[in-house]
């Protein structure tokens, strides 16, 4: 390797790289454009990823949430039809029962005219358990959420929407503390949370505790539908499966009954999405490293000419005593030289290219391309497949070089 | 010091082959001048280039310095004229982007010299011919007599033993022509064994021994009394 350190070896990269400035530079741009591309579009793709990840971000992706339909068999005695509501006793079953449950959060909801003085709007109302924050990431913008006590003292609090509070309260205006009325019974609203970009499920404007819930409403331990969320490491699909089984079979319906529950299963939303960017992915590198080859090849292309045209010169220095493979030696580092110079010129004006892309759409709440960029690893991944094609594709006129005789080469026109 | 029995190359020609060269013998001793004469197609540049290790005999035994030279393969060969020989060519053949410093210093490059070294050597050797002042000139700023001395210190950089020098004045006018030959005489006079292919009779007469060469054999090889090269201004 003594020989990359050796000023001889660049001046000769120097000089056949000078000696032809205009098809030099433009046998770079190939690589350069290659690279490039590479970097714009992987940056692009992850930038575009991040924002999906930040949609979904507050959800746990691995979630199932279950309802109570009706039943469209006969079973036991019942007649099909029968209306099937879940229960709070269902919650501490399944969680017993069913491998890979992280959570089960039972819910409820309704509506309700929400009065404040003497502005006014329906909203839907949610009794909830503390444990959803922990499922769908709240980001509270004054105040708190829900906790334990509120639940075990049946408090008449509430947790409004930034929508909510815009609508009912002054600007600036303190709102923890203040009342609102639903239901001609007075909330104390106790935090403030900012609508998330993307909402699963019926939307979510208030905050109740779940026990306040049940009593203004005397849901008795009826409950509207819950989210089980599964461990990371268990298929969701198959917890959804288990737990309607297990659903049916505590309130004596069909085994094969598959509307008395309805389910929107989130994780195999959410797979989709990541597949659709998995692919977007796949594209990018294809279409990038294609690109590359191509610019590798012209790289070849320019080094066989080239070489075509040294032909004397080659004969002269093999005749004072240059043996083939110093010869060949130095076309390959020729080629790897062009290919990294262009490479890294690549990667800087992509880089660019993606500082361009976060200025234009990377700003702000609804960014389209949120942190558009690529890792160092690979950028050094490109890097290494650019010197191992620059090594191949110097080989071509390497052997080209020398397979010329040098007396053929000598030979006076 | 060369030695070289029944040499025989013929080069194909489509279906038939074309017999260069037929049953050479040529001896050479240390510290000769030989200039090998013949019109063209004589085979005299055949002959010169299985001497240089260019180009390889079918037949018949090559001895250079006590070493045989048969199957040579590519790196060998190369290491081979790197060692034992300085080739002078007719243009010169001088890289034309590296200057005359850089040019000479060239085949010290190959023996893995030290850039240091091969300057120091490269510089003797140019002040020999008389051009340390252009050593940093490239090769397009040289006269041709200028040029064919830079290609003569390039040659003798390595410290060959046996100089080849193919037509070395066939592109020079008559006044830089004997200037090189009185170059090159002064060299065989410190004891450079030197070959020189030449069909110009001058050239051959300024040689110590005329080797003339016909339709691939030896016609005549006679030890002649030099010419001494003058430069008449």
Same mark, same amino acid.
């Given at each position: 390797m003594k020989f990359l350190f050796e000023r001889d070896t660049w001046q000769e990269v120097y000089d056949s790289m000078s000696k032809n400035k205009l098809r030099t530079g433009i046998t770079m741009v190939g690589v350069w454009w290659g690279i490039l591309l590479l970097i714009a579009l992987l940056g692009a793709a992850r930038g575009m990823e991040n924002s999906f990840n930040r949609i979904f971000g507050d959800f746990a992706t691995n979630s199932v949430f279950v309802w109570g339909q009706s039943t469209s068999m006969p079973f036991k005695g019942f007649q099909e039809g029968k209306r099937v509501r879940?229960?709070?006793?269902?919650?501490?079953?399944?969680?017993?029962?069913?491998?890979?449950?992280?959570?089960?959060?039972p819910r409820n909801r309704n509506q309700a005219l929400v009065v404040r003085n003497f502005l006014s709007g329906t909203y839907g109302?949610?009794?909830?358990?503390?444990?959803?924050?922990?499922?769908?990431?709240?980001?509270?913008?004054?105040?708190?959420?829900?906790?334990q006590n509120d639940i075990n003292y049946n408090k008449k609090v509430a947790v409004i929407s930034e929508d909510i509070y815009k609508q009912l309260f002054e600007k600036d205006e303190n709102p923890i503390g203040a009342y609102v009325q639903m239901n001609s019974i007075n909330f104390t609203v106790i935090g403030v949370f900012q609508n998330g970009n993307v909402n699963m499920g019926p939307t979510s404007d208030i905050h109740i505790p779940f026990t306040t819930f049940q009593q203004i409403y005397n849901e008795g331990d009826r409950i509207g539908w819950m989210v089980i969320t599964g461990k990371p490491e268990y298929n969701i699909k198959?917890?959804?499966?288990?737990?309607?089984?297990?659903?049916?079979?505590?309130?004596?319906?069909?085994?094969?009954?598959?509307?008395?529950?309805? $389910?929107?299963?989130?994780?195999?939303?959410?797979?989709?999405?990541?597949?659709?960017?998995?692919?977007?992915?796949?594209?990018?590198?294809?279409?990038?490293?294609?690109?590359l080859i191509a610019g590798v090849f012209a790289i070849g292309n320019i080094l066989l000419i080239t070489v075509k045209e040294r032909t004397k010169e080659i004969g002269v220095r093999r005749a004072l005593g240059a043996t083939?493979?110093?010869?060949?030696?130095?076309?390959?580092?020729?080629?790897?030289f062009l290919t990294m110079i262009s490479g890294v010129l690549g990667i800087i004006s992509g880089g660019w290219i993606l500082i361009i892309i976060d200025k234009a759409w990377?700003?702000?709440?609804?960014?389209?391309?949120?942190?558009?960029?690529?890792?160092?690893?690979?950028?050094?991944?490109?890097?290494?497949?650019?010197?191992?094609?620059?090594?191949?594709?110097?080989?071509?006129?390497?052997f080209k070089a020398t397979s010329v005789k040098p007396i053929e080469a000598l030979r006076e026109e | 010091m060369l030695k070289i029995q029944k040499l025989h190359k013929s080069y194909p020609i489509g279906d038939s082959s074309l017999h260069v060269l037929k049953g050479i013998d040529l001896f050479v001793e240390k510290g000769e001048m030989v200039a090998i004469m013949g019109s063209s197609g004589s085979g005299k540049s055949t002959l010169l280039n299985i001497i240089g290790m260019l180009d390889e005999a079918d037949e018949g035994k090559y001895i250079l310095d006590e070493v045989p030279i048969k199957n040579l393969t590519e790196k060998k060969a190369a290491v081979y004229r790197n060692k034992f020989l300085g080739f002078i060519f007719q243009s010169f053949n001088l890289i034309n982007y590296k200057n005359?410093?850089?040019?000479?210093?060239?085949?010290?490059?190959?023996?893995?010299?030290?850039?240091?070294?091969?300057?120091?050597?490269?510089?003797?050797?140019?002040?020999?011919?008389?051009?340390?002042?252009?050593?940093?000139?490239?090769?397009?700023?040289? $006269?041709?007599?200028?040029?064919?001395?830079?290609?003569?210190?390039?040659?003798?950089a390595s410290n060959p033993k046996l100089l080849l020098a193919d037509e070395p004045t066939g592109a020079l006018d008559t006044t830089t022509s004997y200037d090189i030959m009185a170059f090159l005489q002064q060299l065989n006079n410190e004891g450079k064994t030197i070959l020189i292919v030449t069909h110009e009779k001058d050239i051959a007469a300024m040689c110590k021994r005329i080797v003339r060469l016909k339709d691939g054999v030896i016609m005549e090889d006679n030890f002649v009394k030099q010419v001494k090269a003058t430069v008449d201004v």
């Open positions: 879940l229960k709070l006793s269902h919650v501490d079953k399944i969680k017993d029962n069913i491998e890979g449950i992280e959570f089960v959060v109302v949610n009794g909830d358990y503390p444990l959803l924050d922990k499922i769908q990431k709240k980001k509270m913008i004054r105040g708190r959420f829900i906790n198959q917890i959804e499966a288990d737990t309607k089984l297990l659903l049916r079979n505590l309130n004596k319906i069909h085994p094969r009954d598959n509307r008395a529950f309805g $389910s929107f299963n989130l994780g195999k939303e959410f797979a989709k999405i990541t597949g659709f960017l998995t692919g977007m992915q796949f594209l990018t590198w294809f279409v990038g490293i294609a690109t083939p493979f110093e010869i060949k030696r130095q076309i390959v580092v020729e080629a790897v990377g700003q702000g709440d609804d960014a389209t391309l949120v942190n558009a960029s690529v890792s160092i690893s690979v950028v050094f991944i490109a890097l290494i497949i650019l010197v191992i094609l620059g090594t191949l594709i110097g080989l071509i006129p390497a | 005359a410093l850089e040019n000479v210093a060239l085949p010290l490059y190959y023996q893995g010299l030290k850039r240091k070294k091969r300057q120091e050597i490269a510089k003797f050797h140019l002040q020999k011919v008389g051009l340390l002042d252009w050593a940093t000139h490239l090769p397009s700023e040289l $006269s041709g007599g200028q040029k064919q001395r830079v290609a003569i210190a390039r040659a003798l």
